[in-house]
């Protein structure tokens, strides 16, 4: 099967090696308009939309991102890299804000965990408060055990 765009929804969770080597390379067709011919102006050939959730910086969704925002650097009108919390799903009523407040308020969910899962901008400050280098892939906590 070959296609001409495709979604990775939760790239966190998708394996690196299969991705590059299986998934991206069957996105070789270009669409055809309904003349039979292609339109070299067509936005949606070979386009990938990557999804996910938080994630750690040794994952291949990492990797991606950091790719994808140089890719938008040098290609500004080809691609472009977005982020977003729960305010705007929530906003259109895609996720159920009365839940994320329970969640947000609940003393036994740790506010590090909400602001990774559901704040794009509050995962940097909560982790500053919390004394964790934004550049470490180790916990100062999980090194004490």
Do not use: W
Not at 74 to 91: N, Q, T, W
């Amino acid at each position: 099967m070959r296609n001409h765009s495709g979604l990775l929804d939760e790239l966190r969770d998708l394996d690196g090696d299969m991705v590059s080597e299986v998934i991206l390379p069957q996105l070789n067709v270009s669409r055809r308009m309904s003349n039979g011919l292609v339109n070299p102006y067509e936005k949606v050939n070979q386009q990938v939309i990557c999804a996910t959730s938080a994630g750690s910086k040794t994952s291949y969704a990492y990797e991606k991102l950091i790719d994808m925002f140089c890719d938008a650097i040098i290609h500004p009108k080809e691609s472009f890299v977005i982020g977003l919390d729960y305010r705007i799903p929530a906003m259109h009523g895609l996720i159920d804000l009365n839940y994320v407040n329970k969640l947000r308020m609940s003393s036994a969910y740790d506010e590090a965990t909400f602001a990774a899962e559901f704040l794009l901008l509050g995962t940097l400050k909560i982790l500053r408060i919390a004394g964790i280098s934004l550049e470490s892939y180790f916990l100062q906590r999980e090194l004490k055990n």
